[in-house]
C-alpha cells in the first residue's frame, strides 16, 4: 500500500460527517457516467459540488469531463489533488460538499487527499478510476482508497468479442508502458476468455512483426541475426 503522510485529527474541522465513494472497473465500463450521475444528483439536492479531472487526459475535452458517448460536465484540472484548496480558493472549498474526482488513478497523492477531504474537512469524496492495467495489475492508488471507503461499486462492461460481461482491458498495442491514455483506439473491454486469447494474439503477432522485421533488415545488410 502507498505510504501516506496524513495523521488523522483528534476532532474535524467541523460538524459535517463527511464519506468516501468508489467507483470502479474497466475501461468502457460507464464509470465517469456512473460518476457525473451521483455528482448532478447531490447538486440537484442542493449541495455545492466540485468535478476534478487529471491535467494528464486531454482526450475530449480541455476543462470538462466527458463520458465516452459525449456527456459533458464542467471541472477543475489539476495536476494533484494537493493543488484543489490553492486553485478553487479557501473559500470556495470550505463551502464545499461534494468532490468528485474522474481518472483518479492519475493521482499520486489519492490516498492523502481522500483522507483529509473527508475525515477532516468533512466533504462527499466520489471517485471513479480503474482498478487495474492493462495487465490486471494495480493501477495507481484507487485500490488503496478502498479502506477508507463507505461504499464500493465494480463496474462492467461489455465484451466487444462475444458480449458477455467485461472484467478487463485489452490493450490493441504493443505499446508497454503503463500509463498510455487513450480510448477506443487503444483499448477494449472484453471478458476473461477473450482477454487470455487476445493477449495470445497480441503475442503472436509481435514476434511475427519482429521476425519480419529482422529478415527485412538482414535482407538490406542493416542488421544480422546470430
Known sequence: MASSSFKPSATPANDRVGSVHVIMGPMFAG?????????????????????IKSSKDTRYAVDSVVTHDGVKFPCWVLPDL????????QDAYDKLDVI?????????DLYDFCCQAADHDGKIVILAGLDGDYLRRSFGPVLDVIPLADTVTKLTA???LCGKRAFFTLRKTDDKQTELIGGSDLYMPVCRQHYVSGQVAIETARNVLESHKIKIETSTGTASVV
Do not use: H, P
Not at 82 to 89: D, I, P, R, T, V
Not at 100 to 108: K, R, S, V, W
Open 82 to 89: 494537493s493543488s484543489c484548496k490553492l486553485k478553487l480558493g
Open 31 to 51: 464509470k465517469t457516467t456512473s460518476l457525473l450521475r451521483r455528482v448532478n444528483s447531490e447538486s440537484n439536492n442542493g449541495r455545492n459540488v466540485a468535478l
Open 158 to 160: 461489455r465484451c466487444e
Open 100 to 108: 468528485g474526482i474522474d481518472e483518479a488513478q492519475f493521482f499520486d
